[in-house]
């Protein structure tokens, strides 16, 4: 290492830095399902952080800089908590009305579907002839079969992931305590995690990570701003056109638009579903609404946030969403536009590095060629009398 120049040492660190970065995202991403409630723990950080840094600002903050800080955590991890609670409570209650009503109507929806089987039974012995009828009964057997090995197998793999979920019980149990220090003390934890960097390659892995990290959050403020905004937009149109269950499916189009690119298709055909069985006749002013929305965001909205906030041509997100879609699934769909960004960033600022590397070493070799008087600028003082 000592024998090689300036330049190559630090395009060999660079170099290491980068397949250290890229192995931790794969790291990540193998162990995802258990990192998640972390992973958005930092993500509700991150978005509460401006609300608890006003805190500082107050005059109790003053005297009591910590306790002050660390009640403010504490309010918005409640706050983030009692809305959670909320909402699985008003699940829970539907789904426990839904089951209730289910259970009242089960008797009489099992007499009537063993009345129906049993009138298509009576109908095929006595339409179908008996040859016939030595041939289909086999392959019903086969299909009866196949049906309860299906309905088996699909027990099992529910099983499985039950008991492989136990990890993301505890991860989402102790959610509250990560968002609670990662608000109270967010500066403690990344020299933390900067200490555990390997040495030569700590500022290099530190610049790429709080690259990648404003990558991801203007992303998340940019979706999160134009999903609120088409949301309330297709919720107030659909609302004075009197198309029924225009709340739910504002809120269903602002989710959508946090899927880049093919949000707007699942919404407009789930949207478009639930509307033609509900009343058929406002589906026309739904289509028409949202329509207009997605032209005059895609024309004058999204293009100078996604500039603004991930520096990437609109080609370029589809085409990630296409990689990303094909290798990993919808998952990968909905996390290709942050990480490429995030990764764009990083290479360019490696691609930087690498170039001034060799400029850093021409510089240092012309110093060094300098007379000594030149090199120090103490050439100007008295001779001597």
């Not at 190559?8 to 399902?33: D, P």
């Not at 998640?36 to 006003?54: E, I, K, R, T």
């Not at 016939?132 to 309905?151: H, K, V, W």
């Not at 996390?335 to 001034?356: C, D, H, M, N």
Request: with cysteine; charged share 15%.
């Amino acid at each position: 290492m000592n024998n090689l120049s300036l330049t190559a040492r630090r395009r060999l660190r660079l170099s290491i830095s980068v397949i250290l970065a890229i192995a931790t995202v794969v790291v990540i991403w193998q162990l995802l399902g258990i990192l998640l409630p972390f992973l958005l723990s930092g993500v509700v950080a991150y978005l509460l952080m401006p609300l608890v840094n006003l805190g500082d600002r107050t005059p109790m903050a003053r005297r009591w800089p910590n306790a002050c800080r660390a009640v403010f955590a504490g309010l918005a991890t409640l706050a983030v908590v009692l809305a959670l609670v909320g909402l699985l409570a008003l699940g829970v209650f539907r789904l426990v009305d839904g089951s209730i009503t289910l259970a009242e109507r089960a008797p009489g929806i099992i007499a009537e579907g063993r009345e129906i089987w049993e009138e298509l039974q009576e109908e095929y012995r006595h339409r179908v002839p008996p040859n016939i009828q030595d041939t289909i009964d086999p392959r019903f057997n086969e299909l009866r079969s196949a049906l309860g090995n299906a309905g088996l197998s699909a027990l099992q793999r529910i099983s499985r992931v039950a008991q492989s979920g136990i990890a993301q019980v505890v991860g989402l149990a102790a959610s509250p305590i990560i968002l609670f220090y990662l608000l109270f003390q967010p500066s403690t934890l990344a020299r933390g995690v900067k200490s555990l960097l390997p040495g030569p390659l700590r500022e290099d892995l530190a610049q790429m990570g709080r690259l990648a990290g404003e990558s991801i959050g203007a992303y998340i403020r940019m979706q999160l701003l134009l999903g609120a905004l088409v949301g309330i937009v297709v919720w107030l149109a659909l609302w004075a056109m009197g198309v029924p269950l225009a709340l739910p499916l504002g809120f269903l189009a602002g989710a959508a638009e946090l899927v880049p690119i093919v949000g707007a298709t699942i919404f407009i055909v789930l949207a478009s579903i639930v509307v033609a069985l509900v009343d058929f006749t406002k589906l026309p002013f739904l289509i028409a609404v949202y329509f207009v929305v997605q032209i005059l965001q895609n024309t004058l909205i999204v293009p100078r946030m996604q500039g603004q906030a991930l520096g990437l041509h609109p080609l370029a997100v589809i085409l990630a969403l296409a990689i990303f879609g094909l290798f990993l699934g919808f998952l990968g769909t909905l996390l290709a536009a942050p990480l490429t960004a995030a990764g764009y960033r990083v290479l360019t600022y490696t691609r930087e590095q690498w170039s001034s590397a060799s400029v850093l070493e021409s510089e240092s070799s012309e110093t060094s060629e300098l007379p000594p008087g030149c090199a120090g600028g103490g050439g100007d003082g008295p001779v001597g009398t």
